[in-house]
Protein backbone atom coordinates (compact mmCIF):
# COMPACT_ATOMS: atom_id res chain seq x y z
CA UNK A 1 0.00 0.00 0.00
CA UNK A 2 0.90 3.56 -0.10
CA UNK A 3 2.76 5.12 2.69
CA UNK A 4 4.58 7.77 4.08
CA UNK A 5 8.58 7.12 4.58
CA UNK A 6 11.24 9.17 6.18
CA UNK A 7 14.80 8.97 4.65
CA UNK A 8 16.64 8.81 7.73
CA UNK A 9 15.56 8.21 11.61
CA UNK A 10 18.29 9.62 13.26
CA UNK A 11 19.92 13.38 12.55
CA UNK A 12 22.47 14.72 15.03
CA UNK A 13 23.11 18.58 14.33
CA UNK A 14 25.26 20.93 16.19
CA UNK A 15 23.19 24.14 18.28
CA UNK A 16 23.26 26.93 15.92
CA UNK A 17 23.21 25.01 13.01
CA UNK A 18 20.35 24.47 10.06
CA UNK A 19 18.93 21.09 10.17
CA UNK A 20 17.21 19.41 7.45
CA UNK A 21 14.77 16.24 7.59
CA UNK A 22 13.48 14.59 4.93
CA UNK A 23 10.54 12.54 4.10
CA UNK A 24 9.22 11.05 1.27
CA UNK A 25 5.57 10.42 0.43
CA UNK A 26 3.78 8.02 -2.43
CA UNK A 27 0.91 8.83 -2.72
CA UNK A 28 -0.02 11.05 -5.73
CA UNK A 29 -3.24 11.75 -4.69
CA UNK A 30 -2.12 13.76 -1.42
CA UNK A 31 -2.57 17.70 -1.49
CA UNK A 32 -2.06 18.36 2.17
CA UNK A 33 1.35 17.73 4.20
CA UNK A 34 2.02 18.74 7.67
CA UNK A 35 4.80 18.69 9.80
CA UNK A 36 4.82 17.30 13.84
CA UNK A 37 7.38 17.65 16.27
CA UNK A 38 6.92 14.92 19.29
CA UNK A 39 8.99 15.82 22.42
CA UNK A 40 9.53 13.17 24.76
CA UNK A 41 6.02 12.29 26.64
CA UNK A 42 4.18 14.87 24.83
CA UNK A 43 1.37 14.40 21.82
CA UNK A 44 2.58 15.47 18.44
CA UNK A 45 2.94 19.32 18.02
CA UNK A 46 1.84 21.09 14.67
CA UNK A 47 4.69 22.92 13.36
CA UNK A 48 3.63 23.97 9.38
CA UNK A 49 1.59 22.82 6.61
CA UNK A 50 1.47 23.41 3.24
CA UNK A 51 -0.34 22.38 -0.05
CA UNK A 52 0.29 21.21 -3.22
CA UNK A 53 -0.01 24.27 -4.92
CA UNK A 54 2.96 25.80 -3.19
CA UNK A 55 6.54 24.41 -3.18
CA UNK A 56 7.86 26.84 -0.40
CA UNK A 57 6.03 27.94 2.96
CA UNK A 58 8.29 29.44 5.82
CA UNK A 59 6.79 30.17 9.51
CA UNK A 60 9.35 31.27 12.07
CA UNK A 61 12.97 29.72 12.22
CA UNK A 62 11.02 26.58 9.71
CA UNK A 63 10.68 26.03 5.99
CA UNK A 64 8.80 23.34 4.11
CA UNK A 65 9.63 22.38 0.88
CA UNK A 66 7.35 20.59 -1.27
CA UNK A 67 8.78 18.62 -4.59
CA UNK A 68 5.86 17.29 -6.55
CA UNK A 69 7.55 15.99 -9.11
CA UNK A 70 9.74 13.35 -6.93
CA UNK A 71 6.95 13.21 -4.02
CA UNK A 72 9.54 14.74 -1.80
CA UNK A 73 9.07 17.20 1.58
CA UNK A 74 11.67 18.58 3.53
CA UNK A 75 11.24 20.51 7.01
CA UNK A 76 14.21 22.97 7.15
CA UNK A 77 15.13 24.20 10.83
CA UNK A 78 17.11 27.53 10.76
CA UNK A 79 19.75 27.82 13.42
CA UNK A 80 18.64 24.54 15.64
CA UNK A 81 18.34 25.27 19.26
CA UNK A 82 18.42 22.31 22.00
CA UNK A 83 14.49 22.95 22.15
CA UNK A 84 14.46 21.37 19.03
CA UNK A 85 15.46 18.35 19.99
CA UNK A 86 12.32 15.68 19.08
CA UNK A 87 10.83 13.57 16.89
CA UNK A 88 9.51 15.14 13.71
CA UNK A 89 6.88 13.43 11.64
CA UNK A 90 5.50 14.41 8.20
CA UNK A 91 1.82 13.84 7.40
CA UNK A 92 -0.08 13.46 4.09
CA UNK A 93 -3.65 13.49 3.38
CA UNK A 94 -6.23 14.78 0.93
CA UNK A 95 -7.09 17.68 1.81
CA UNK A 96 -10.90 17.06 1.17
CA UNK A 97 -10.33 14.14 3.00
CA UNK A 98 -11.33 13.96 6.54
CA UNK A 99 -8.74 13.24 9.64
CA UNK A 100 -8.89 10.02 9.44
CA UNK A 101 -7.27 10.19 6.05
CA UNK A 102 -4.10 11.71 7.55
CA UNK A 103 -0.86 9.20 7.03
CA UNK A 104 1.90 9.53 9.46
CA UNK A 105 5.79 8.77 8.71
CA UNK A 106 7.51 7.15 11.26
CA UNK A 107 9.40 9.89 12.34
CA UNK A 108 12.90 10.96 12.40
CA UNK A 109 14.60 11.78 15.82
CA UNK A 110 16.51 15.36 15.67
CA UNK A 111 19.21 15.47 18.26
CA UNK A 112 20.91 18.99 19.13
CA UNK A 113 24.30 19.13 20.60
CA UNK A 114 25.27 21.83 23.02
CA UNK B 1 -7.78 28.28 25.78
CA UNK B 2 -7.42 25.07 27.01
CA UNK B 3 -5.71 22.15 25.08
CA UNK B 4 -6.73 18.55 24.28
CA UNK B 5 -7.11 16.70 27.84
CA UNK B 6 -7.01 12.76 27.99
CA UNK B 7 -7.24 10.96 30.80
CA UNK B 8 -6.00 9.14 32.62
CA UNK B 9 -2.25 9.78 31.60
CA UNK B 10 -1.04 6.24 32.47
CA UNK B 11 -2.67 2.61 32.87
CA UNK B 12 -1.68 -0.25 33.66
CA UNK B 13 -3.58 -3.52 33.00
CA UNK B 14 -4.36 -6.85 32.55
CA UNK B 15 -4.29 -9.03 29.80
CA UNK B 16 -8.11 -10.01 29.42
CA UNK B 17 -9.49 -6.68 30.78
CA UNK B 18 -10.90 -4.10 29.49
CA UNK B 19 -10.34 0.30 29.84
CA UNK B 20 -11.81 2.94 28.90
CA UNK B 21 -10.14 6.07 27.85
CA UNK B 22 -11.47 9.96 27.55
CA UNK B 23 -10.41 12.92 26.12
CA UNK B 24 -12.06 16.46 25.72
CA UNK B 25 -11.22 18.14 22.75
CA UNK B 26 -10.60 21.96 22.64
CA UNK B 27 -14.02 24.34 23.47
CA UNK B 28 -15.51 24.17 19.88
CA UNK B 29 -13.64 21.62 18.16
CA UNK B 30 -16.18 19.35 16.98
CA UNK B 31 -13.77 16.46 15.20
CA UNK B 32 -11.58 13.51 17.23
CA UNK B 33 -9.40 11.34 16.56
CA UNK B 34 -7.67 8.55 18.10
CA UNK B 35 -4.60 7.26 16.96
CA UNK B 36 -2.51 4.28 18.63
CA UNK B 37 1.42 4.85 18.53
CA UNK B 38 4.08 2.29 19.06
CA UNK B 39 7.47 2.54 18.56
CA UNK B 40 7.40 -0.51 15.92
CA UNK B 41 4.33 0.78 13.86
CA UNK B 42 4.04 4.32 14.53
CA UNK B 43 1.72 6.22 14.31
CA UNK B 44 -2.20 4.97 13.36
CA UNK B 45 -5.47 5.48 13.11
CA UNK B 46 -8.04 4.25 15.34
CA UNK B 47 -11.31 6.01 14.08
CA UNK B 48 -12.79 9.90 13.51
CA UNK B 49 -15.61 11.12 15.16
CA UNK B 50 -17.58 14.60 14.18
CA UNK B 51 -21.07 15.81 15.44
CA UNK B 52 -21.19 12.49 17.61
CA UNK B 53 -21.15 10.09 14.17
CA UNK B 54 -18.04 7.83 13.05
CA UNK B 55 -17.05 9.04 10.12
CA UNK B 56 -13.67 7.17 9.60
CA UNK B 57 -12.08 3.98 11.12
CA UNK B 58 -8.80 2.65 11.01
CA UNK B 59 -7.72 -0.96 10.89
CA UNK B 60 -8.13 -2.14 14.04
CA UNK B 61 -9.81 -5.43 15.60
CA UNK B 62 -13.86 -5.13 16.65
CA UNK B 63 -12.20 -4.97 20.11
CA UNK B 64 -11.22 -1.10 19.83
CA UNK B 65 -14.60 1.03 19.60
CA UNK B 66 -15.35 4.68 20.35
CA UNK B 67 -18.10 7.29 21.00
CA UNK B 68 -18.62 10.77 20.92
CA UNK B 69 -20.96 12.86 23.10
CA UNK B 70 -23.31 15.83 22.42
CA UNK B 71 -20.37 18.01 24.31
CA UNK B 72 -17.85 16.47 22.05
CA UNK B 73 -15.99 14.38 24.54
CA UNK B 74 -15.33 11.25 23.41
CA UNK B 75 -14.17 8.03 24.94
CA UNK B 76 -12.40 4.95 23.30
CA UNK B 77 -12.43 1.58 25.02
CA UNK B 78 -10.32 -1.74 24.15
CA UNK B 79 -11.85 -4.76 25.60
CA UNK B 80 -10.13 -8.47 26.33
CA UNK B 81 -6.47 -6.64 26.30
CA UNK B 82 -3.50 -8.14 24.93
CA UNK B 83 0.17 -7.24 25.51
CA UNK B 84 0.17 -5.51 21.80
CA UNK B 85 -2.07 -3.50 23.13
CA UNK B 86 0.42 -1.72 24.75
CA UNK B 87 1.22 2.30 23.40
CA UNK B 88 0.44 5.35 23.63
CA UNK B 89 -2.98 6.75 22.99
CA UNK B 90 -3.60 9.98 21.20
CA UNK B 91 -6.67 12.14 20.58
CA UNK B 92 -6.64 15.20 18.34
CA UNK B 93 -9.42 17.58 17.59
CA UNK B 94 -9.98 19.92 14.73
CA UNK B 95 -12.73 22.59 14.62
CA UNK B 96 -13.99 21.25 11.40
CA UNK B 97 -13.39 17.68 10.06
CA UNK B 98 -11.82 18.16 6.96
CA UNK B 99 -8.36 19.95 5.96
CA UNK B 100 -7.64 21.30 9.06
CA UNK B 101 -4.95 21.45 11.47
CA UNK B 102 -5.16 18.65 14.46
CA UNK B 103 -4.33 19.58 17.92
CA UNK B 104 -3.43 16.60 19.81
CA UNK B 105 -3.40 15.92 23.56
CA UNK B 106 -0.66 14.44 25.95
CA UNK B 107 -1.38 10.64 25.49
CA UNK B 108 -2.40 7.96 27.34
CA UNK B 109 0.36 5.35 28.10
CA UNK B 110 -1.47 2.18 28.12
CA UNK B 111 0.73 -1.08 29.35
CA UNK B 112 -0.99 -3.94 29.09
CA UNK B 113 0.88 -6.68 31.70
Known amino acids: GESVGLHLPTLSVQEGDNSIINCAYSNSASDYFIWYKQESGKGPQFIID?????DKRQGQRVTVLLNKTVKHLSLQIAATQPGDSAVYFC?????????????FGKGTKLSVKP | KAGVTQTPRYLIKTRGQQVTLSCSPISGHRSVSWYQQTPGQGLQFLFE???????NKGNFPGRFSGRQFSNSRSEMNVSTLELGDSALYLCASSFRDRGTEAFFGQGTRLTVV
Open chain 1, 91 to 103: AEMNYGGSQGNLI
Open chain 2, 49 to 55: YFSETQR
Open chain 1, 50 to 54: IRSNM
